[in-house]
């Protein structure tokens, strides 16, 4: 589970409005009934999503070093 520290109350809001709507299409069609700056507040919180899932991820990097150790 990801946690994201440092929102505001409202932007809480934004992300629980988000984890409930099911489906890709009733998100899109969400979204694009919000203002222009809620719709941008929502475009940060969803790459500060993505951002914090990639930081929960654990990589296996073996092939890569692999590649990477015949350049030196």
């Known amino acids: 589970m990801i946690t994201i520290d440092g929102l505001t109350k409202e932007q809480v809001f934004l992300l629980d409005t988000m984890w409930e709507i099911d489906g890709y299409e009733d998100y899109m069609e969400w979204k694009s009934q919000l ?38």
């Open 35 to 72: 203002s222009e700056s809620t719709r941008n507040e929502v475009d940060v919180l969803e790459q500060m999503v993505f951002l914090a899932e990639l930081d929960e991820e654990e990589l296996d990097l073996t092939e890569a070093r692999k590649v990477l150790a015949t350049y030196h």
